[in-house]
């Protein structure tokens, strides 16, 4: 699925005002935010949910459907707080976070990430937290926790849905922690996800379904996937994945 990149007529005039700025709602409180998600309706039902801005101080400024328009809409708003879905087209949120890095760098005016996702995977928690992400909410979320958790990332706090905070703490905190997976860090977000598909016993026209991509790009994603892993087919694949508890 895939939608034009879309700014809110409002944010040439938040952006004058300055990431400061605070104009009622949510007791005096204001945060400019981008909302990044490959399904329109959601996107819909997370703004009609956060975005009265009057009641909870959270302006919605932009909005984007893949990677590409992510980072065309970051990089023109400037929010203060990206919610970003992990499973994009164009390479997954982690590819979002890697390339405005220097956005997130800045030390005056920095954009945080916050991950909202339907995934609570742990590979998916921590990838997004390694590429800089300041916390991970899973969809279950309610509209009041949200709001919260986007303020509390605004000013500089980690936040994680209570269960994921578990597998963050065993990723950094733990000496014990396993190591990371070079062979499947090789992999972009989308070909992990047909790597999971494959794995499960899909047919190629079941994962383009489901992913919202044509078969021809199932395939070259499977080949990819192939050749980076060194494999020949998606039984040695689907072997590989099942090792990796993937499946």
């Known amino acids: ?15 004058a005002a300055g990431p400061g700025r605070s104009d009622g709602g949510a007791g005096g409180r204001h945060v400019r935010v ?49 919610l ?45 937290i390694r590429g800089g992400a300041r916390g991970y909410v899973t969809k279950t979320i309610t509209g009041t926790d949200l709001v919260d958790s986007v303020f509390r990332v605004q000013e500089g706090d980690a936040v994680f849905s209570p ?6 703490l065993d990723a950094f905190a733990s000496t014990d922690a396993p190591p990371v997976d070079e062979d499947l860090d090789r992999l972009t977000q989308r070909e992990r996800e047909v790597l999971r598909l494959i794995a499960r016993g899909y047919a190629y026209k079941e994962i383009a379904k489901q992913l919202f991509i044509s078969v021809k790009t199932v395939e070259s994603h499977v080949s990819a996937v192939l050749r980076k892993l060194q494999l020949s087919n998606r039984h040695e694949l689907t072997r590989w994945a099942t090792a990796r508890r993937l499946v």
């Open 1 to 15: 699925m895939s939608d034009a990149t879309e700014t809110n007529g409002t944010a040439g005039a938040a952006e």
């Open 34 to 82: 981008v909302l990044v998600d490959d399904h329109r309706m959601f996107r819909t039902g997370v703004q009609a949910e956060i975005g009265q801005t009057a009641e909870t101080g959270v302006e919605v400024v932009g909005e984007a459907a893949d990677v590409d328009q992510a980072v065309a809409v970051i990089t023109a708003t400037r929010p203060e707080v990206v």
């Open 84 to 128: 970003l879905d992990v499973h994009l087209p164009g390479g997954g949120g982690v590819e979002v976070l890697r390339r405005c890095a220097a956005l997130t760098g800045d030390a005056e005016r920095p954009v945080r990430f916050l991950a909202l996702s339907v995934s609570d995977a742990a590979e998916d928690v921590i990838g997004v």
């Open 163 to 168: 269960r994921l905070a578990g597998f963050v």
